[in-house]
């Protein structure tokens, strides 16, 4: 029989290979993306996209009401998107107050209604830095409340925990994954700026597996 597992897509290079790893396991995949009033929104446009074409069930749920109590964040507010490299404290704006904690609460909620054994999350090492929620501690621990906090137990599965956006990227690649169809940047402009830190690290992936990012760049 095939287990069904709910996939947090955001529409990133990240959960896309996630999302397609899960796919190719055989899962019978749900995906689960959320409008909380980021700035680049049109990941979103990108994840429903994907998700057709890989006829994958998708659900967009808006949550942007809650800013009135997630504030502070570049992502989310009138604050200048920072540039630079996630190993800047400049790139501590860009954090969205306990949101990985609340998605994964709602991700959960579906997969128990959907008597999916499992939620899939694209926390990676290279987020550890400046992203307190995509540590292996709140990972582990979040696994833990999970497991007991339903009558169904849920099981977080995080396959790129302890990868770069490297290995995240090569993993794609042999799958003949094509990253044309993920939106990186914090900017949700037409074209992605190539100078904030999610642009930063995304080229810098794509430089060291010496292959060419499909994405077009204002730098």
């Known amino acids: 029989m095939t287990s069904k597992a709910v996939v947090v897509y955001s529409g990133g290079m990240d959960s896309f290979t996630v999302l397609n790893k899960a796919v190719r396991e ?19 446009i990108v994840a429903a996209s994907v998700c057709k074409d890989l006829g994958v069930p998708h659900k967009v749920v808006d949550i ?17 998107i ?22 994964l609460s709602m991700a959960i909620a579906y997969a128990v209604s959907l008597e999916a054994p499992e939620v899939y999350y694209g926390a990676h090492s290279g987020d550890h830095h ?30 790129f925990l302890s990868s770069s956006k490297g290995d995240i990227l090569k ?28 642009c930063t690290e995304r080229l810098e992936a794509f430089s060291e597996q010496q292959a060419t990012d499909p994405l077009l760049y204002e730098v």
Request: glycine fraction near 8%.
């Open 130 to 159: 400046i992203y307190p929620d995509c540590r292996p501690e709140f990972v582990n621990a979040m696994n833990n409340v999970s497991k007991i906090a339903n009558y169904q137990s849920v099981e977080i599965v995080t396959p």
């Open 82 to 103: 920072p540039e630079g490299h996630y190993a800047e404290d400049s790139m501590k704006s860009t954090v969205v107050p306990n949101r990985n904690m609340v998605l």
């Open 26 to 44: 055989g899962k019978e995949v749900y995906a689960l993306s959320f409008n909380y009033g980021q700035k680049h929104s049109k990941e979103l």
């Open 64 to 80: 942007s009401a809650i800013n009135e109590l997630m504030a502070g964040s570049s992502l989310t507010d009138a604050i200048d």
């Open 171 to 198: 993993a794609g690649l042999e799958m003949g994954l094509n990253y044309e169809n993920t939106w990186t940047c914090y900017n949700g402009r037409e074209k992605a700026c190539g100078k904030c830190g999610a």
